[in-house]
Each structure stands twice: as C-alpha cells, then as structure tokens.
C-alpha cells in the first residue's frame, strides 16, 4: 500500500477547518438565540502584538486580544462580513471547491453583502483565519497560482473527480503548478533526498533542462518572486512529511534574502498562522560573500536596497551570524548580484560548479 | 405722522428752492425729482406704486384693528413706448375709508394732513399714494378715480387730477351712492405707464414677504396676464397697534423745532417743552433750561433763528432726559413672526426673538429676528436673507444693508451652520425713525446701536438653531443605527444558521427590540 507511505495532513486539515467553522457559526448562533449580542474574540493583529517567537522560529500573535462584536454599531457590518465569509468557506470546502480572494469579493454581493473594495473583502478574510486559527487555503480560498514544482514526486489527488489518481511530477517539463489542487494532494512516493527552491522562472527552467533533479537528486520548486502561502505550507510538507532538506537559491540582493527568509521563519502578516514556515530550510545562495568570491557581475545597490538592509539588520528573524555578515557584506560592497549573473561564465557553471558547491557548504 | 415728520424735511429744502425758482409748488417739486420717491424708472415705478397703495391699505385696517383684505389688480390698457405699457392700477381694501370731505385732498394734494406726533408707520417713502396717483398722471393724463366708504350709508366716487403748479385737486366728477351692503374700504383705480414684465419678479417677492411680515391679511395680486397670486391669512391675531408719542427731545432737528413752535398754544418754554416733547416732566425740563441758560417764562414763539439752533444742539448735549420708551412702537411679536415665516417659507425649523427696546440717537428701536432651516427653503451657497422695517420688505440694495453685515461677520460655524445650508434670515426692524442710509430708502444704516441689537438677536436664534440641528443629528444617528441593526442581525442570524446546520433560524426579534428600546432612550 503505497498511499500509507506517508504521514498525510492533508484530510485532517480539512475535517479541522469545517469542524472550526462549525463550531463558530454554533457559538453565534446560541448566542442569538439566547438573546445576546454575538461576539468572537480573536487575538490582536496589530504590530504591538506582533512578536517573534525564536522557539518556533517564526512570527507569533501575542496575548493581547479584539473582541468584534455585533453590539457595537461600528463591528457590526465586518461582523456580519465575517459570518457571511465563514458560510461561504464552510459552503466551498464541504462542497470541495475552491475560490480566490478576488472570487470572494465578488460572490458577496450575490448574498446582498456587498465588500467597499478588495481591501476590506481580503480583511475579512484574514479575520476568519485568525479566528480559526487556520490559513485560507484550508477553507478553500487560493491565491493566484504562479509558483511551480518539478521533480520525482508521485501525488495522489484529493480535489472531486480526480480522486485516487496519481501524477509524477516529472511528468510536464514546465513543471506543474502549485494550485489548489496540488496542495491538496496526498504524497505517494519520491526518489527525492532534496529540495530546491529557486526565486525564478528563467533559473528554475534551465535546472530542469540541465536535468538538476536528476543530478543531485532533488525536487526543484520556483517560487516566482515572494512565494504565495500555499507554496510555502508546500515547501513545509516536503520537508516534514518527506523529511527533505529544503535549500534555497535567490538573487544576490536584499529582496531575495528575504524571500528565503519568509520560506524559513514566516512573515509578520501571517503571525496568526502556523505551519507556513520550514524553519529548517537553508538559503544557499547568492550570498554578498559569493559575490565576492565569484567576481560575479554586479548592479550597485541603490537607496531603497541600503534602506532595507538596516531594516533587516534589526529584524529578529536575522540575528543569526550567517544573515548578521551576508547583511554587513552587502553594506560593504554595495553591490547586488542576479542569479543569471554566473551566465558569464557559461550555461552551464551555475549548474556545475556553483551549485554542487554551495550545496555542500550549506548542508 | 413720523411721515408728516419727513415730508417736512423736504419742505425745509423747498423753502430753500423757493428762492432760487420762485413759486414751485410741493406737487411740482416732486414731479421735478420723483426719483426720490422710487419712481426712477418704468419698472421701479409701477412696483413702488402697487407697494405705496397696499401700504396705506394696510394701515388703513390695522388703525380699525381689523384683519386687512386687500385685492390690487394690474391690467394690460395698450403700449405706450417700445419698452414700456399703460396698466390700470387697481388697489381695493377694506380699511378704514377716507373721510368724504378730505378725499380730494388725500388724493389729491401732495404733503396734505400731517400731525405733529410720532409713532411707527409703514410708509417707506412717506408720500403715500399720492406720489402714485401724480406719477400716473403725469406718464398717462389720466383721472385717477377714488371710492370710499367708513361703513356707513353713503359710499363717494370721485373723479380727480392734481394741479401740478398749484398742488391742489381738481375733482372732476363726484357721486354719492346708498351704501345698502355697509361696505366698507377704499378703492383706488388709476393709470400709469410702467414696465411690468421687469418688475414682476420684485413684485411677486414684495408680496411673498409682505405676506411674511403680515400673515393676518389676505393679499390677493392678479397681474396682466391675468395670473391670480393669493395669499392667505392664517391667524386673526393682529400686533398691538402703536401709541402715537411725542417727538424724544435727542431727536429733534431745526426744522421740527419751528414746525412745533409755529404751532404750540404753550406761552412759555417750561409748559413748551413739558407738553411737546416725549418723557419730559417739570423737573427735567427745569433741569434742561437750567443747564441750557434759557429763561422757563420764556415765550417759544419769541425765539430768534439762531436761538432755536442752539436750542436744538443743547437739546442734544443734555445727558439727563429719559431714554424714549417703546409704547409708540408695534413690533410684530415672536407668535406673529413665527406663523408668518412658516407660512411664506414652510421650513422644517424656525426660531424669533424679539430684542428689548433700545434706542439710537433718541428714537427707540426693536430688532425681531427669524431663522428658519431646511423645508421648502432652497438650498443655493448662501443664506436667503429677508430684511424688513415697519413691516415693510426691503427688496433693493441687500448688500449695504447693516443686516448682511452683521450676518456676514458672525462665526457661524460656532453654531454648526455652514452656508450651503438651506437657510433664511430674516431681520425686522421697527422704529419711529428707521435709519435709513440714502434717500432711497432701501438699505438700513450701520449704527452701533443697530448693529448690536441684531446681532445679539442672530447669536439668539442660531443657538436654537444649533440646538435643533444637534438634537436632529442626534435623531438622524439613531435612526441610521436602528436601520443598521434591524439590517444586518438578520443576516448574521442567516448565516449562522447555514454555517451551525441548524434547520430553523434564531429567534432574533428579541434582539431587535432591546435595541430599539435602547436607541429610543438615547433620542
């Protein structure tokens, strides 16, 4: 029995998010009834509640919490929004459909409960996953998909119709998207001892055509920019369900360093989340050290770059050495590389000689 | 007659015209400078003569306390020039009529009957109708044809032209009728050459706001294309008709001075001065002739030019005559004001008050202010300001008027008001002498005094205005959280029970009445 293979948190999740949705519009509901206001209490999601937790390594809500209410005539439109917005979910993940952010500002005003604009609809959403406890994508509301995966992995969908069938990841050679359907999917099998996640398409390509996954054994993921959350829990299962070391390769400039730090440690917009992180993951490159030791070709970092290295430098989630000398090297050199940068020396050298390197230093 | 006061005034001037013209009479001087009655021009004209009669018709019911009906009809005789017509004139009343044997002369004779006491009078331009009927006459050669009755059994018709160079009536027809139905009024018919179609629109406001001012009278207006503009009395209750007074000795001129001493039966100064001049007792008048050096057993009539000149400035140097009182003055009254204002502009909220008495340069005053708010009055940037003075609507000139000052210099955004909203401001002053800047008469003065008085009177009725316009915000609140409420816990109550599986959805209604109730509390 192949499926067994791996611890799966793939149906739990899902009996977890309708159980909380549940229970929430349960708890409204008698209150009602009993003749009561209703109220939800949530924690606070403003920046004096938001605090780094080095235990779990990432972004956690602190003990401070907002009560909405439906007594109070400022909370009541959001509250009603909020009940709306969790029999919505309840109503896509029972029926097992997804939606987007976009979608959801949309198909409130078929129920006469019309969002000001997307802002106050993605608000809302946050809200209900702060008061579940639980990200988006576990009641079924996706971001756009760009991000990708590429590699020897057997899934097994879940999604409706496609049920009990399998894919290997190798199987299109411009990887397959990380969308709903393939977060939602059961591991089967891989051959795998690696992941690689790549901040660009252009890179990310070029692995798959210089055949990477074969050479060191490894499941490539583009992250295309900041990764979106549900690649982020992805990159998460594959580490702890397959326990894959997970390596990181992003530009030479403060951005991409950060890019690889929201896969590790999680970003202050989702401190009421958990598991979106891989706190084990390493971020092997382009380091302002290999700029250096490379002679790659280089862009001077301007204002905005300088600006947010100081910022990153204060930023708890960088106290580490490595992170505290890559920020004080980019201060010193004042110069950002691209990951193409290597392309000067050949096609091939990232892949060569770069890569196998920086593999073995950051294991 | 504070007109009498006035048309001498004029009369000081035309003694001094006599000398360098030679024979010209009263009639003759005003058909040389009409433009000071308000005659200046076609349209000006026909206006000044429809408000001078409905004027005196006014007057004339209210000196018989009774309800004034008053019917004037305007209608088209034929062109005169390209820009202006001939009209009829038609003012119908039922005051007091006009004793016969002083008909000709009413009509008929210009600065005819004056009285030598003071008290609050309409007239504007103080000549009365008579300056309308001699303006028709001039513009048209046309009799003008007087009908009057006291109610008793004979009703006189007279047909009469002035004399111009004379100033004296020519009757050219006279008739006396069985009065069966006890009529009783004056009617007023003549012709006059005007332009109406410029006038209308002043017009149409001076009844709109005579109708204000008098919201005891039946007004009814048909002009030339036989358009009816009624306006309906909506009480029976009339103001406290003025007390005639005598002249307060700090308003006093020279030619009042010789005017009073022409006419006194008094031999000496103390009994002249006790008995021609308002709140002057014994004591002060001897008070007065001490201060002044003049001799009590001195005879008024004895007095030389430059003595009654100096008279006149001690007069006003003395510091210890009483002030006037107001018993010569007949405000409209707060009740009055309010009915008035809700009928013409039918608001959603007025406030009136009324001032105490007060006096500017010895002649007493009161200042009645209205503001009214929201209803039918427009919305247009600005406040609709409607200013009045003895009861008559002031329509020319607004911009110099002290009024629009005072308005234009308060912080009214102290008192939540802002401009664009839809607001009328109406200021009434009434006194035996309204300080008029020009001759024209259209615009009130800005004396201290005045100024004062409205303004107090303004910062008085805005604060009842911000009251209203709090508690209605208040109000609005509250109605706009209820419809919140009742809007979406039931949709909570829906999704709930969607999201809870639950067949039936919460009772609610109990809900919805606390917050009622609560929210009734709070108004």
Known sequence: MEKKKFKSTVIERRKEALENLESLGIKIYDQLDKGFFPSVEMPSRSLENIHYDPLLRQFILGDRKVRRSARNIRHLKPFTQLVWAAAFSHELTSQR???????????AQAYEMTFTDQQESNNIITDLETVLGLSREDFNIFPEERSAVFGDLTIEYTVPG?????????????????????????????????????????????????????????????????????????????????NLPVYIFTDGDPWGMHI???????????????????????????????????????????????????????????????????????????????????????????????????????? | ?????????????????????????????FYRNRDIAGFTNPSRAIFAAIRELVENSLDAAESLKIPPDIYVRLSFEGEASKETQIYKLRVEDNGIGVPPRHIPSAFGQVLFGSKYKLKQQRGTFGLGGKMAILYGQITTHQPASIIS????????????????????????????????????????????????????????????????????????????????????????????????????????????????IHITPYKNMLEFLINH??????????????????????????????????????LKKFKEFLPPDASCLSPLGEELLKV?????????????HQRRPATYAGHPFIIEVGIAYGGEIPKKGAFLIYRFANRIPLLYDE??????????????RRYKVASDMPIAILVHICSTKVPYKTVGKEFIADRPEVRREIGNGLRETARQLQHFLTRREHVDRERKRLGVFSKYLPKIAQFSTSLAGKKKPPDIEKLLRSVKKFGEEEV
């Open chain 1, 97 to 107: 459909k997804t939606s987007t952010l976009r979608d959801v500002y949309y198909s």
């Open chain 1, 162 to 242: 496609y049920e009990g069938r399998t894919l290997n990841l190798t199987s299109h050679p411009d990887g397959v998207l990380i969308g709903p359907a393939l977060t939602s999917s059961e591991f089967v099998k891989t051959t795998a001892d690696k992941v690689i996640a790549i901040e660009k398409g252009g890179l990310f390509t070029r692995f798959i055509e210089e055949n990477v996954h074969k050479k060191f054994n490894a499941i490539l993921v583009l992250t295309a920019g900041q990764s979106p959350r549900a690649t982020r829990h992805f990159i998460r299962r594959l580490n702890s369900e397959l």
């Open chain 1, 260 to 363: 690889a730090m929201v896969i590790i440690s999680g970003s202050a917009n989702a401190a009421h989340l958990r598991e979106l992180n891989t706190p084990d993951a390493k971020w092997s490159g382009v380091w302002a050290t290999d700029i250096v030791n490379y002679k790659l070709p280089t862009d001077p970092l301007d204002d905005v770059d300088i600006k947010r290295l100081y910022e990153l430098q204060r930023d708890p989630r960088y106290k580490d050495p490595l992170w505290q000398r890559e920020i004080k090297t980019f201060m010193k050199i004042k110069k950002k590389a691209e990951q193409e940068a290597f392309s000067r020396y050949g096609l091939t050298y990232i892949v060569d000689e770069y890569l196998p390197a920086k593999l073995e230093e950051t294991k």
């Open chain 2, 1 to 29: 007659m504070s007109r009498a006061y006035r048309k001498k005034d004029v009369g000081g001037r035309l003694k001094v015209a006599q000398v360098t013209f030679e024979e010209i009479s009263a009639s003759d001087f």
């Open chain 2, 149 to 260: 009755s006291n109610g008793m059994s004979r009703i006189y018709m007279y047909k009469l032209m002035i004399d111009i160079q004379k100033n004296r009536p020519l009757i050219l027809d006279r008739k006396v009728l069985l009065n069966k139905e006890q009529w009783r009024g004056t009617i007023v018919e003549f012709c006059l050459e005007g332009d109406y179609l410029r006038a209308m629109p002043k017009i149409l406001d001076y009844f709109k706001q005579t109708a204000m001012v008098n919201p005891y009278a039946n007004l009814t207006f048909v002009d030339p294309k036989g358009r009816l503009y009624k306006f309906t009395r909506v009480t029976e209750h009339m103001p406290e008709p003025p007390k005639e007074t005598l002249p307060h000795p700090y308003g006093v001129d020279v030619e009042l001075l010789q005017r009073l």
């Open chain 2, 277 to 314: 001049f308002h709140r002057v007792g014994e004591k002060t008048a001897q008070k007065f002739l001490d201060f002044s050096n003049i001799s009590p057993s001195r005879n008024p009539k004895k007095l030389s030019h430059e003595e009654i000149v100096r008279l006149m400035h001690m």
């Open chain 2, 340 to 352: 008035g204002v809700v009928k013409e502009l039918k608001p959603e909220f007025v406030a009136v």
């Open chain 2, 399 to 412: 911009a110099s008027d002290v009024s629009v000052r005072v308005i234009n210099d308060m912080n009214w």
